[in-house]
């Protein structure tokens, strides 16, 4: 099993920036993709940033939804075995419980998620 543990939500104006963290422990090895998940009030949780476990780089490999292409960036810490989504210029509209996904061959872990509010 895989065990993720988000932090680094709070709250921030907008325009700010934060940082989120996503620590696993367990079976990491197993993992093959890493997912960050906002879920806003009244709305599903849709995929944002998505990190290639398997890549040699700690920043490449990384997938964005348009709505935050050039203001999210999605990296790794190999030996803290966490995986960050670094947010900037944000948006009211960025509110959100923001969880993490461990994606392995066998099946997928959550967090418990970590909430951000973006005031105007």
């Known amino acids: 099993q895989v065990q993720l543990v988000e932090s680094g939500g709070g709250w921030v104006q907008a325009g700010g920036s934060r940082t989120l963290s996503c620590a696993a422990s367990?079976?990491?090895?197993?993992?093959?993709?890493m997912v960050w998940y906002p879920q806003a009030p009244g709305k599903q949780r849709e995929l944002v940033a998505l990190?290639?476990?398997?890549?040699?780089?700690?920043?490449?490999?990384?997938v964005y939804e348009d709505s935050v292409k050039g203001r999210f960036t999605i990296s790794r810490d190999s030996p803290r075995n966490t995986v960050y989504l670094q947010m900037s210029s944000l948006k009211p509209e960025d509110t959100a419980v923001y969880s993490c996904?461990?994606?392995?061959?066998?099946?997928?872990?959550w967090g418990q998620g970590t909430q951000v509010t973006v005031s105007s």
């Open positions: 367990g079976r990491t090895s197993s993992t093959n993709l």
């Open positions: 996904k461990a994606v392995t061959t066998a099946m997928s872990y």
């Open positions: 990190f290639d476990m398997g890549s040699s780089t700690n920043y490449a490999d990384s």
